[in-house]
């Protein structure tokens, strides 16, 4: 399954979100997942990954290696 640019923004913002509560001292709760103060390094790890994404789905680059110009021996 294919993530679309649309999911990869929303799970940005929910992550976005989640780092304001985080930052306020509050919790903050992603699906199953409670996040405290404590997990802030968790949180900007996943701002990192889903902004990444992003990034890539809009500019269209594909996933993986590329590889070109290949000469077999």
Do not use: C, F, H
Not at 31 to 38: D, I, M, S
Not at 47 to 65: F, H, K
């Amino acid at each position: 399954m294919a993530i679309t640019l649309e999911q990869a923004q929303s799970q940005l913002q929910a992550w976005l979100d989640a780092s304001i509560a985080v930052s306020k001292k509050q919790s903050y709760r992603i699906g199953g997942r409670q996040l405290e103060y404590a997990d802030a390094a968790e949180v900007t790890r996943m701002i990192d990954y889903w902004q990444n994404q992003v990034d890539r789905l809009a500019s269209g680059t594909p996933r993986g290696i590329t590889l070109r110009g290949i000469t077999p021996l």
